[in-house]
């Protein structure tokens, strides 16, 4: 074969190379690929039949391998020209090397290619290209290399598998430690607030039984000198005082009782229980409770209950105290509303119930005087009261919450100063 020939050979087989493998213009390749050029990517469905599948295929290749950094090393292996030098066949191993997210991919291609001359010039007829499958030498249909990812894919399941277990086990580690510390937060917050608490009607106490251990003294002098009228007088001094001891006596006494209800070890057993009938006789305790202090006190009470909720497994004493305390917030909260004698109000407490899913939904709302958002977030910590002394000790919602929580369960509240508040309690319905 003339150099020549030979040489424009080499070159259009080169010019094929580009344009497969690098960028080299594609509209270019018809003068170097066969109108009815065939031929075989590495992929399945790399299957083409003209020179127009082929520019396409080249196409989408690029469009894949946009932005990724790549290099070809080639090693010819094979090349021969047919006796007529009309034909020519070439061998190519190629290594294509790319750069994904900084690792290195290697790929290794096999590629045969036929070039046929015509008309003065070389033209690619046919390719194929190949990616051998690494297997063993005697593995021929590639069975044990298949069998050896399967075991390796498998590891890789178990290991991530033991990965999840682990951490699913750490993560309910880490809740129990959560709901222990938050308790053990209550607690702190509750020593804290006792202390603070109990000081205060504490110090009432001290100081008047110090002062009527004077006026004591004083009466006693005064008796010993036959002044009725100020003995008499001083006398009063002393029962008021003493009035007054008792008052903040009682008060010592209802804080401490309210800190055993948080302390208690609940007594009660879990039995079956009809939450609605629960939720109705709170109510009505709640209210006759009220009434029996003050007899003008009347609200509305409304109650729309989910008959499908049938029996759950609580302890309906638990409940029933959440119950209370929420219902003697709300009529508290709508008899403060009506000593602002709005127009046409209707002091309303209402309670509904309903079943969602496996979870139990309890609203308990009134139309009272509502919580400012400032304060909203601190209605559940102990102690926190806007009542006046005597009336509050704010323990009602934090008992609340702890013993929703003892439950798994939620409780939040939805208010809007001035208009209302709503509580909503979720439970399981297990
Ligand atoms: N329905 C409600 N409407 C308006 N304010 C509310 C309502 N429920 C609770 N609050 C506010 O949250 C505070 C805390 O309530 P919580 O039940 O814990 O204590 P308390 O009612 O003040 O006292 P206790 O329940 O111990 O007698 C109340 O003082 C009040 O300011
Ligand atoms: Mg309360």
């Given at each position: 074969?003339?150099?020549?020939?030979?040489?424009?050979?080499?070159?259009?087989?080169?010019?094929?190379?580009?344009?497969?493998?690098?960028?080299?213009?594609?509209?270019?390749?018809?003068?170097?690929?066969?109108?009815?050029?065939?031929?075989?990517g590495?992929?399945?469905?790399?299957?083409?039949?003209?020179?127009?599948?082929?520019?396409?295929?080249?196409?989408?290749?690029?469009?894949?391998?946009?932005?990724?950094?790549?290099?070809?090393?080639?090693?010819?292996?094979?090349?021969?020209?047919?006796?007529?030098?009309?034909?020519?066949?070439?061998v190519?191993?190629?290594?294509?090397?790319?750069?994904?997210?900084?690792?290195?991919?290697?790929?290794?291609?096999?590629?045969?290619?036929?070039?046929?001359?015509?008309?003065?010039?070389?033209?690619?007829?046919?390719?194929?290209?190949?990616?051998?499958?690494?297997?063993?030498?005697?593995?021929?249909?590639?069975?044990?290399?298949?069998?050896?990812?399967?075991?390796?894919?498998?590891?890789?399941?178990?290991?991530?598998?033991?990965?999840?277990?682990?951490?699913?086990?750490?993560?309910?580690?880490?809740?129990?430690?959560?709901?222990?510390?938050?308790?053990?937060?209550?607690?702190?917050?509750?020593?804290?607030?006792?202390?603070?608490?109990?000081?205060?009607?504490?110090?009432?106490?001290?100081?008047?039984?110090?002062?009527?251990?004077?006026?004591?003294?004083?009466?006693?002098?005064?008796?010993?000198?036959?002044?009725?009228?100020?003995?008499?007088?001083?006398?009063?001094?002393?029962?008021?005082?003493?009035?007054?001891i008792?008052?903040?006596?009682?008060?010592?006494?209802?804080?401490?009782?309210?800190?055993?209800q948080?302390?208690?070890?609940?007594?009660?057993?879990?039995?079956?229980?009809?939450?609605?009938?629960?939720?109705?006789?709170?109510?009505?305790?709640?209210?006759?409770?009220?009434?029996?202090?003050d007899?003008?006190?009347?609200?509305?009470?409304?109650?729309?209950?989910?008959q499908?909720?049938?029996?759950?497994?609580?302890?309906?004493?638990?409940?029933g105290?959440v119950?209370?305390?929420?219902?003697?917030?709300?009529?508290?909260?709508?008899?403060?509303?009506?000593?602002q004698?709005?127009?046409?109000?209707?002091?309303?407490?209402?309670?509904?119930?309903?079943?969602?899913?496996?979870?139990?939904?309890?609203?308990?709302?009134?139309?009272?005087?509502?919580?400012?958002?400032?304060?909203?977030?601190?209605?559940?910590?102990?102690?926190?009261?806007?009542?006046?002394?005597?009336?509050?000790?704010?323990?009602?919602?934090?008992?609340?919450?702890?013993?929703v929580?003892?439950?798994?369960?939620?409780?939040?509240?939805?208010?809007i100063?001035?208009?209302?508040?709503?509580?909503?309690?979720?439970?399981?319905?297990?």
């Amino acid at each position: 074969m003339s150099p020549e020939k030979l040489s424009k050979l080499n070159d259009i087989y080169q010019k094929y190379i580009e344009v497969g493998m690098f960028d080299f213009p594609v509209d270019v390749s018809k003068e170097f690929i066969a109108e009815k050029f065939m031929g075989y990517g590495t992929n399945l469905n790399e299957k083409v039949f003209s020179l127009s599948e082929f520019k396409e295929l080249v196409l989408r290749q690029r469009q894949q391998s946009a932005g990724i950094e790549m290099h070809v090393d080639r090693n010819q292996v094979f090349q021969k020209i047919t006796n007529d030098e009309n034909a020519g066949i070439i061998v190519e191993e190629l290594i294509v090397t790319m750069i994904i997210s900084g690792m290195e991919h290697k790929t290794q291609v096999r590629l045969t290619t036929f070039l046929e001359y015509v008309n003065v010039n070389w033209v690619v007829i046919h390719m194929h290209a190949s990616v051998p499958v690494v297997a063993e030498a005697n593995d021929i249909w590639n069975l044990d290399e298949l069998n050896r990812k399967n075991k390796e894919l498998q590891k890789l399941v178990d290991e991530r598998t033991t990965e999840l277990r682990t951490s699913l086990e750490e993560l309910k580690a880490a809740q129990a430690q959560l709901v222990q510390s938050e308790k053990m937060a209550s607690l702190g917050e509750l020593t804290a607030g006792i202390a603070h608490e109990i000081q205060n009607p504490l110090n009432f106490v001290n100081n008047f039984s110090e002062v009527n251990t004077e006026l004591v003294d004083e009466l006693q002098s005064e008796l010993k000198s036959g002044n009725t009228e100020e003995a008499i007088s001083i006398s009063n001094d002393i029962k008021e005082n003493s009035e007054k001891i008792n008052h903040h006596g009682n008060r010592a006494g209802d804080i401490v009782k309210g800190m055993l209800q948080h302390s208690r070890t609940s007594t009660g057993k879990k039995e079956p229980t009809n939450i609605n009938s629960l939720a109705d006789e709170y109510l009505r305790l709640s209210y006759h409770g009220l009434r029996a202090k003050d007899k003008s006190f009347i609200a509305e009470m409304k109650t729309d209950f989910d008959q499908t909720i049938g029996n759950i497994n609580i302890i309906p004493q638990d409940i029933g105290r959440v119950l209370l305390n929420l219902y003697n917030n709300a009529f508290y909260a709508v008899t403060e509303k009506k000593e602002q004698q709005p127009k046409g109000y209707e002091p309303t407490v209402s309670v509904r119930t309903k079943k969602m899913g496996d979870k139990i939904e309890i609203r308990v709302k009134d139309n009272g005087i509502g919580i400012p958002q400032k304060v909203v977030d601190k209605i559940f910590q102990p102690f926190f009261t806007t009542k006046p002394t005597g009336v509050g000790t704010g323990l009602g919602l934090s008992l609340s919450y702890d013993i929703v929580k003892a439950l798994g369960g939620e409780i939040k509240v939805e208010t809007i100063e001035g208009e209302g508040s709503e509580f909503i309690i979720l439970i399981s319905a297990k």
